[in-house]
């Protein structure tokens, strides 16, 4: 991931099961823990109609970039210095609350994943600083616990398995009694397959209480094409990963998204892709022949992969040139979790 090891940091596992000085700093809060958290691409819902007792159900991929990171020092109140401070506090507070932290922090954010752009900013955020704020007050909680406390995962669990494990992931949906959703699979993704992100910094992502209603006003969504789409995940993408067949896995993530898409096209202006600047621009690459693309999530960010480095720069250079009013940037899966470190 972006965000190198500094002098005088420390990787937790040798922190905390070698050191016994750092391992006292670190219960007494006398020390610094910096998380560095991951994008994620969400490809697309699998059963909307959730007439077999789950719903939603997703398929998803964690990026080296964006990246979000965050610090925390023992202090007596909490404070936050950087991008998204106001949210940052709220759940730092949320937090504390709920899980009786017996001090505060102060916070600084060295860099953000950008805000409603579909590629999970909430989630990593609250996850990056409800791992910093345990590991600094030596409170033991997985994962799903801390997404619990923070209240993300309700719909999916891909940017929490992002943040845990990242690589292709597929979670099962919700259920009456389910928490977070179940990972049900995860495979490790090419990693010589580059990603261009295309965003369009002028518009925004569906989010908070605007996506509740857009999901309130959705229709049905019909049985048989969740069973369409739950056979393309299933019986193409997944295994064309694993054979390393980037045609075949992009015509499956290309089908879900036209499907998807057009089901939430009423909540996005009418069309498959929320920003018209980005719809231009993957109609472009649909013309130059790129098999996998589509929007991430409620967008605005278009993505596309592709099989090589030469490809995507071409491909870069050539959206760029057009003037389609986006920002092009390439990028990998990352087949690894969320990095943390310690220093006194």
Known sequence: MAAPFRRGWFSWKLMAGYNPVMKSLYRNGSCKVRV??????????????????????????????????????????FACDGPMSSRVLEFAQSFAKGVQLPGAAHIRVVAAIPEHA??????QLGLALAAALARLYDR???????AATIGRGRRSGIGIA???????????????????????ARLTFPED??????????????????????????????????????????????PAVVERDLQAFGLAISEIQRRVGDHFAQAQGGGRYISPRVAQAMAWLEAQGVFCLGQT????????????????????????????????????????????????
């Not at 992002?162 to 049900?184: C, K, Q, Y």
């Open 36 to 77: 560095t958290a991951t994008a994620r691409l969400h490809m697309g819902f699998i059963d909307l109609n959730g007439g077999l007792g789950r719903r939603f159900g997703s398929i998803g991929l964690a990026l080296e970039s964006p990246f979000t990171c965050i610090e925390v020092q023992a202090a007596e109140q």
């Open 118 to 123: 579909g590629l999970g900013s909430g989630t």
């Open 140 to 146: 033991k909680l997985d994962v799903s616990e801390m």
């Open 162 to 184: 992002a943040f845990e494990r990242g690589g292709l992931l597929v979670d099962g949906g919700r259920g009456d009694g389910t928490s977070v959703p179940p990972i049900l």
């Open 193 to 238: 397959w580059p990603i261009l992100l295309v965003f369009d910094p002028r518009a925004q992502g569906v989010h908070g209480s605007a996506e509740t209603r857009a999901f309130d006003m959705l229709p049905d969504f019909p049985a048989p094409l969740a069973a369409h789409i739950a056979r393309l995940v299933l019986m193409q993408a997944l």
């Open 297 to 344: 999530s409620w967008g605005p960010t278009g993505f596309a992969v592709v099989e090589d480095d030469v490809a995507a720069l071409r491909l870069k250079h050539g959206l760029e040139a057009r003037n389609h009013g986006v920002e092009v940037k390439v990028t990998r899966a990352r087949n690894a979790g969320s990095q943390i470190e310690v220093a006194p």
